[in-house]
């Protein structure tokens, strides 16, 4: 199953992808929801073929699975950012964020996500959608807050 969720920022497309690439924004509009282990050696910025394992904690209190995080493409001119993911009993977490400019002050954000968890897989998807709009609620306080 696939799942897509949009929003627009008040920011320009080349700014939100300058955060977007650095694994603090990362942490920041996944916090409250998830968590992670061994987050203080990550790089500061992902790249083409970084490979991130690590344990999930949900809510930041309740641990999970190990989950590996690997970016499989990072596209300076399209803006697009994709990682391959997978862990517990989610086999496919497939990742594609887009950016696209609308005007020199706003962009929209795309969070594309392929799913497949076995049975599991319409449960994960519902996740999925709810754990985005999260993201992107935290992106645009994010946003706010830095007043880019």
């Not at 968590?35 to 690590?54: A, C, Q, R, S, V």
């Not at 930041?60 to 970016?71: E, G, Q, R």
Request: aromatic share 18%.
């Amino acid at each position: 199953m696939i799942a897509i969720i949009q929003s627009y920022f008040e920011t320009s497309a080349d700014k939100a992808w300058e955060l977007l690439k650095k694994t603090d924004t990362f942490l920041f509009i996944t916090h409250g929801f998830l968590d992670f282990t061994n987050k203080k050696k990550w790089p500061e910025e992902f790249y083409n073929g970084l490979e991130i394992n690590t344990k999930l904690i949900f809510f930041n209190i309740l641990p999970a699975w190990k989950h590996c995080l690997k970016i499989t493409k990072i596209n300076e001119l399209d803006k697009e950012l994709y990682s391959n993911e997978c862990g517990g009993f989610i086999n496919t977490w497939n990742h594609l964020i887009k950016i696209e400019p609308e005007t020199d002050c706003r962009c929209k954000y795309t969070d594309q996500v392929e799913i497949n968890a076995g049975f599991l897989t319409p449960a994960v998807w519902l996740y999925a959608n709810i754990f985005y709009r999260y993201r992107h609620y935290r992106w645009k306080k994010l946003i706010n807050f830095k007043a880019i």
